[in-house]
């Protein structure tokens, strides 16, 4: 019979395992344009809301995939 020591420590071990099968979030390099509008930019991103709308569309493509 396990005790709750065992119980957390076989769930801590499933957290564990289910992040690291989580697929790694993969940013093309900085090119001095925003990633989803193309305006120009020091970073990677405009503002908030284009790197929001952004990820929602990667998450988007990821769900298609993945059916």
Known sequence: MADNADDASEMAELHLAASLA???VILPPLTGHCFYCHSLTTDRFCDAD?????DRDQRRTLMRKRG
């Open 22 to 24: 989580k697929p790694k």
């Open 50 to 54: 284009c790197r929001d709308d952004y």
